[in-house]
């Protein structure tokens, strides 16, 4: 079994900067791939950006290309998404996700963290 836990959500203004954590255990979390999805208020859950097991390869939605990234740190167990030139249309609680095969852009995975709120002031 794997569990997440997000950290580092707030309030910012647009065009500032956050960095979310993802802190995950389990015996074979590492080999899990990792992925980042959000709910804004009023919309359907949708998928952020993920990255393998290695790091090597990553995926962004089309929205945030170019402003996040994400990576991951095997050592200690934990996944990253740096969020910069944040937007009012960022506004979501995200949610980290861990997949034992590769995540799905639908949003189905195998475990989930319990989220943590982004809102970005316009």
């Known amino acids: 079994q794997v569990q997440l836990f997000e950290r580092g959500g707030g309030l910012v203004q647009a065009g500032g900067s956050l960095r979310l954590s993802c802190e995950a255990s389990?015996?074979?979390?590492?080999?899990?791939?990792i992925g980042w999805f959000r709910q804004g208020p009023g919309k359907e859950r949708e998928f952020v950006a993920s990255v393998n097991w290695s790091g090597g390869t990553k995926e962004y939605s089309d929205s945030v290309k170019g402003r996040f990234t994400i990576s991951r740190d095997n050592a200690i167990n934990t996944v990253y998404l740096q969020m910069n030139n944040l937007k009012p249309e960022d506004t979501a609680v995200y949610y980290c996700a861990a997949d034992r095969d590769v995540i799905q852009k639908s949003g189905n995975a195998d475990y989930w963290g319990q989220g943590t709120q982004v809102t970005v002031s316009s």
């Open positions: 389990g015996r074979t979390v590492t080999l899990y791939d």
